[in-house]
């Protein structure tokens, strides 16, 4: 059992129930706007609201934004989301209850994805880098009763990290681990962990690869899941339920995020059934595994409704299809009470959109899309739909849709070509990593994007 970590007035792990929380879309200098949505997401049951801080003016506007909401009778912990500028997080530190701090860029510069030779005493003296910028930190979120969520990204990781172990689950580990050993011999326990890609099987490999680690060393921080990039409608919901819910129906996280290119109050509904339907689906897992012959997952369940069918569905099956114990499904259930009709049609379709949430096998366009935050600059909601609209013919391809940079590249490895953020109204298009376009104006770069895809298939 993780050990519990104070946010605020909150617990988080320990005896504690999992916590549910959302980020803020809007500009994190809009105080109005930040107030107004953290409402939104607080009364539909988000229990800590994340906003971004690019920088110390939108780290220096927590405090604002704080005494608005605690004055109108909103004492949920705000958390700020710092990257790149470590100054920032000691700013933040001072206004919020909890910080996140990205170990890929926290010290290390941004990643530019080339190889780097360290030798053994190198390698060191930049770990001696990062605890020389830590400990201030620390330092100061002790002062203030400051929680700190050590937020690492599968699509951030850094140039160092990457060239000495590799885009591996054990590299994604190591970046957490750097980071969870100054912290503990500074004897600072108020840490969430979180790990997070976009693909499903990273994920979930990576987070019991480091629950594991941490046991070796006798760490039990509590742990934030996620599906970061998860995307929107049936897709991004089945995708969170198949790699957040793998690890719920094992007893591994304390609480959740669903990361879903929505309004962030959408999110919430989906993780409290994820969170309710823990013991069900834990069932229904042993029950589905015990069910498999000839490498299929045979899946009887009922549902109220087909949201709830699709996310129980996902969440019974998920950890067995990410280890591959079978590679096939079929879902049966005899409900009448589903508020739409479900057919035979329906069913294979749901078992397909799961199948490709868990890698197995791609059906449809596979969007990769981010929730959006402060930082992004352009309409996200209506930009994917335009590329949806303009791509979805091409099956099996995989599409990165990115607000911002910081995860953007990066995740780009994990997608064939990538629409991402470079500035208000300019966007970058790249094919896997490499940017092959840059400061495209917004309102060209759809069609420019679909010329690059159509292009490379003729070629």
């Not at 969170?240 to 793998?246: E, P, Q």
């Not at 879902?331 to 329906?346: C, G, K, M």
Request: charged letters at 25%.
């Amino acid at each position: 059992m993780s050990s519990e970590a104070r946010v605020g007035q909150i617990g988080i792990g320990g005896q504690n129930p999992i916590r549910i929380q959302s980020m803020a879309t809007v500009d994190t200098n809009d105080t109005e706007g930040c107030v107004a949505q953290a409402k939104r997401i607080i009364d539909a049951g988000g229990e800590l609201v994340r906003f971004t801080t690019q920088g110390t003016r939108e780290a220096e506007n927590m405090k604002n934004i704080s005494a608005r909401l605690k004055a109108d009778g909103y004492p949920q912990p705000l958390v700020a989301d710092v990257h790149f500028t470590a100054h920032t997080a000691d700013v933040a530190a001072q206004y919020c209850e909890k910080v996140r701090i990205n170990p890929g860029n926290y010290v290390d510069p941004g990643r530019t994805f080339k190889h780097l030779e360290y030798t053994d005493e190198e390698y060191a003296a930049e770990l001696q880098k990062i605890e020389r910028q830590l400990v201030p930190f620390i330092n100061i979120c002790k002062e203030h009763h400051t929680a700190v969520r050590i937020g690492v990204n599968h699509g951030s990781l850094s140039d160092r990290i990457m060239s000495r172990y590799g885009d591996t689950p054990e590299g994604i580990v190591e970046s957490c681990m750097e980071f969870l050993r100054i912290f503990k011999r500074e004897q600072f326990n108020d840490v969430v962990i979180s790990i997070k890609a976009s693909n499903t099987v990273v994920m979930v490999t990576t987070v019991r690869l480091l629950v594991q680690t941490m046991d070796r060393e006798d760490m039990h921080y509590p742990l934030h899941l996620g599906v970061t990039e998860a995307g929107e409608g049936e897709d991004g919901r089945i995708k969170s339920a198949v790699g957040i819910g793998a690890l719920l129906t094992e007893g591994i996280g304390d609480t959740i995020r669903v990361s879903l290119s929505e309004e962030p109050e959408c999110e919430i509904p989906v993780a409290r059934k994820l969170v309710d339907m823990i013991p069900e689906c834990s069932c229904l897992r042993e029950e589905a595994e015990a069910s498999i012959k000839d490498d299929t997952i045979t899946l009887a369940l009922d549902a109220p409704d087909w949201e709830t069918l699709q996310l129980k569905a996902a969440m019974a099956v998920g950890g067995l299809l990410i280890d591959r114990k079978a590679t096939k499904l079929k879902i049966v259930t005899s409900s009448t009470s589903l508020t739409s009709p479900t057919t035979d049609n329906s069913l294979t379709s749901l078992a397909d959109a799961i199948l490709q949430a868990a890698r197995i096998k791609f059906t449809k366009t596979e969007y990769i899309s981010c929730p959006g935050c402060g930082r992004t600059l352009y309409n996200l909601q209506d930009t994917i739909a335009k590329i949806k609209a303009a791509t979805k013919e091409f099956v099996g391809l995989k599409i990165g849709i990115m607000g911002c940079i910081v995860n953007g590249p990066g995740e780009m490895a994990d997608a064939d070509y990538g629409y991402v953020g470079a500035g208000r109204g300019k966007i970058s298009l790249y094919k896997a990593k490499e940017c092959v376009e840059k400061n495209i104006p917004e309102e060209e770069a759809v069609a420019k994007l679909l010329e690059l895809i159509r292009k490379d298939r003729i070629s």
